[in-house]
């Protein structure tokens, strides 16, 4: 997962300006980058890893896939997943046998691709079993990037439990011993050819390979031990040189790759491809590794390495500009680098997770700057092809958004704060020091007594639309190993009197759909920079000034009020009204019931008709009929179509689901009932879940697996319930809990939702039959369950 030295083997023997690491096998081409408001395409390629081939970059990542871009900023996945097929390793399953049987695991981990001086392209492929260390390191061969590539045969295993290790002397030791996974292979300045690897366990190694063949010279066991061992959380290592400084680089993630595993991206360095290497403190790396007898010791390992990256996000507070939360990362790693050896611009290349996202990730690209100490510094902004242009000095002070990214291994995610550099070189805020412009671009900032060196950039900024001014830099060395090597970011804000901001405030103050209101409101107090709102209600009886909801009662008919907000900062004010209006109590708590008895209307009244859809929700198209069910006729699904319901049929965190289900088949990740507020933040009632057992899973602040560990059978019925209760969750089939827990998000206060029977926005369609669908604003106790599920069935 790694970026290399990839060079051409031409580029190998025509000389050393060819010879760097990081620079692309085919020569760079002279583009001029015209400055116009940038686009994105995303994609999603987990421990990319990078070639540059004539004018296209490559990613390869875990599971066989990958994308290409021509301008890092517009990606197009070509091929996804270890199956017979991927254009990749079209047979992969009879291709790789030999590691399918080794690891016991049928997928495959971060990648390399590199091409050798033979003029072919060399994949460096791995799996690992998982819940250990057996895993296996091999090498496929092609003529073309893209494929199809042919093994040349595993070279590397790991996990020999109780047998002689790769040293052909010692027993397995996986403390001390490598995980044969994540490999990247590159040239060092002289054209030898080297490869750093491995994941937790023994830590990392590196190996000297032999260019013809592509495999390491014989005699080398494991390689050399550069850092890690006892389990320490640090795997992903991606080697840059710089020419520039004449360092080498190693780049490492720290933590666990998942949204809360804490995952961060460290940098050491070393004259040597092969070490000793050190971070900014001078602190030789070699033996860094957790504490005898631990297993992921993140505390013995964290005060080492300069950390350029960890959880944060860029806050957005009402009036800011944007949408959402702020923009921010979770859990960035599987890192790789290119260089463009025509201009000296280096650029980072991985994977992220997002604040309350769950475990989608994207392919993200940052450019990188060394520092006057030699470091290199993660520019704060997404890359959208900014020209290297030298900074406005004029521009520079002003307010800024504000991360101190740290030296912890957490899951926290780092929120910004005020930061503001004075004209006059004084910075206030959340911290106090001085700065200055030097060299250009160089930025030296002293904030709370510690010193950073860095760069000012100018970059594009998705929030505002706009190009700003940016900082990134890094702490030198300090007698405390925690605050060296620590990486402060800035990206400026715009620049407004009182009365701009209360207008901003005032236009962007949203209470989302007020026309179904059933729970409590939750109203803001306060907007950006430093914004005062406070409330008033026309009839607090029904809707209080703090957002308490008192609904009328059931035959009372629905209740009018109007908020009003006053929006305040120093002498500039503002209102704002909104129309609310309160609905009744549901009888017994009862949503809608959606009886399929030959169509799709709610019973109760209270919601509009379902329509059917096709394959997808939003998919036009669609065929549904109807059969005998449980209560008079049931709806049949076709396995292309689906029924897509009313928005607002869920708006809080306490509700409860019941219908009955009758499949033709099963399969796996299909959905029975599907709600959610976006693509990110989910509810899914799942025949048979990943696990193989009939689930209910959800996507939000955090994942969640409600694993009943019991399957719903096929061609009969079957009756199925979950209930939420403020994050509690409840699964019944037929009457008996089977799932008990707690910890899902709240994915639908403040939304209006989506919601489905039999599609969501990615899976197979459901196949058999549905019948009854109820959604109740209560959690259905025991005794309510077993009521409904003790109806007399027929197939």
């Known amino acids: 997962m790694d970026l290399k030295v990839k060079r051409s083997v031409m580029a190998v023997m025509l000389g050393m300006s060819f010879l760097l690491p990081n620079t692309a096998a085919m020569a760079e081409t002279n583009q001029t980058v015209v400055e116009t408001d940038p686009t994105f395409s995303n994609v999603s390629v987990h421990d990319p890893d990078v070639i540059k081939v004539n004018d296209t970059y490559y990613v390869f990542g875990s599971h066989l896939a990958v994308a290409k871009s021509t301008d890092l900023t517009h990606w197009e996945k070509i091929a996804d997943g270890v199956a017979d097929g991927n254009k990749v390793i079209p047979n992969v399953q009879e291709e790789l046998k030999d590691t399918f049987a080794w690891t016991q695991s049928n997928d495959l981990w971060a990648p390399d691709v590199i091409q050798l001086p033979d003029g072919k392209f060399y994949m460096y492929y791995d799996n690992c079993k998982g819940d250990s260390p057996r895993s296996a390191l091999g090498v496929a061969v092609a003529d073309n990037v893209e494929g199809p590539y042919k093994d040349l045969g595993i070279f590397l295993k790991s996990g020999m439990w109780g047998e002689i290790s790769e040293d052909g002397k010692t027993i397995y030791d996986a403390t001390k011993q490598p995980n044969t996974v994540d490999p990247d292979v590159f040239f060092d300045k002289d054209g030898n050819l080297w490869m750093v690897y491995g994941s937790f366990s023994g830590g990392i190694f590196i190996l000297k390979l032999d260019p013809k063949t592509g495999k390491p010279f014989p005699g080398q066991g494991y390689g050399k031990k550069l850092i890690g061992g006892n389990h320490a959380r640090i795997e992903g290592s991606n080697m840059m040189y710089s020419p520039e400084t004449g360092y080498y680089y190693m780049l490492m993630t720290f933590g666990g790759l998942d949204s809360t595993g804490g995952y961060n991206i460290r940098v050491v360095r070393s004259k040597q491809p092969d070490g000793p290497f050190y971070d900014a403190n001078g602190n030789d790396v ?457 910890g899902i998000s709240d994915v639908f206060t403040g939304s209006t939702g989506v919601f489905a029977l039999g599609v969501n926005w990615w899976d197979t369609p459901f196949k058999g039959k549905m019948d009854d669908l109820r959604i109740y604003e209560t959690a259905l106790t025991q005794e309510q369950v077993t009521q409904l599920a003790n109806v007399t069935t027929t197939p």
């Open 286 to 742: 070699t033996n860094v590794k957790g504490a005898e007898g631990t297993l992921f010791d993140d505390r013995s390992i964290e005060p080492f390495g300069v950390k350029l990256m960890g959880n944060y996000q860029f806050t957005r507070e009402i009036g800011d500009p944007g949408t959402g939360a702020g923009t921010g990362y979770v859990s960035a790693g599987g890192t790789t680098t290119y260089r463009d050896a025509k201009t000296g611009r280096y650029y980072l290349i991985f994977h992220t997770r997002f604040p309350n996202q769950g475990e989608n990730h994207e392919v993200r690209v940052h450019e990188m700057v060394m520092n006057k100490d030699g470091w290199p510094v993660v520019a704060p902004n997404r890359y959208a092809g900014e020209n290297a242009k030298k900074v406005n000095p004029k521009q520079i002070a002003g307010d800024y958004n504000f991360v101190n990214h740290g030296k912890e291994i957490s899951t926290a995610v780092k929120g910004s704060k005020a930061l503001h550099l004075e004209s006059d070189g004084k910075v206030s805020g959340a911290a106090t020091g001085t700065w200055k412009l030097t060299d250009q671009n160089k930025a030296e900032l002293t904030l709370d007594g510690v010193t950073y060196d860095g760069a000012f950039l100018r970059q594009w900024d998705e929030a505002r639309q706009k190009y700003v001014i940016t900082f990134s830099a890094l702490s030198n060395k300090t007698n405390d190993n925690m605050t060296s090597g620590v990486a402060v970011w800035g990206v400026q804000r715009a620049d407004l009197n009182d009365h701009q901001v209360v207008e901003a405030v005032q236009q962007d103050l949203s209470l989302g759909d007020t026309s179904r209101i059933t729970s409590n409101l939750t109203l803001p107090s306060g907007g950006t920079r430093d914004t005062s709102i406070t409330w008033s209600s026309s009839n607090s009886d029904i809707v209080s000034a703090a957002g308490i909801v008192n609904r009328p009662a059931y035959g009372a008919g629905k209740a009018t009020v109007t908020l009003t907000a006053t929006i305040s900062k120093g002498t500039a004010k503002a209102v704002k009204s909104f129309t609310i209006t309160v609905l009744q109590q549901y009888k017994d708590g009862l949503v809608a019931e959606f009886n399929l008895d030959g169509g799709l209307a709610d019973s109760t009244g209270n919601f509009s008709d379902g329509t059917v859809i096709g394959s997808k929700i939003g998919a036009a198209g669609g065929n549904l009929s109807y059969s005998s069910g449980v209560n008079g006729q049931a709806a049949v699904f076709d396995g292309s179509s689906g029924i897509q319901l009313p928005s607002g049929l869920i708006t809080g965190n306490t509700y409860s689901v019941s219908l009955w289900l009758n499949p033709d088949q099963l399969s796996q990740y299909t959905t029975a009932f599907f709600g959610a507020k976006d693509s990110n933040n989910w509810v899914s009632l799942v025949p048979k879940g990943w696990d193989g057992n009939t689930m209910l899973w959800s996507a939000g602040a955090t994942w969640f697996d409600g694993r009943t560990n019991e399957l719903v059978p096929t061609g009969q019925w079957t009756h199925l319930v979950f209930t939420v209760n403020n994050g509690n969750v409840v699964v019944y089939i037929n009457g008996a809990a089977k799932f008990t827990g707690t």
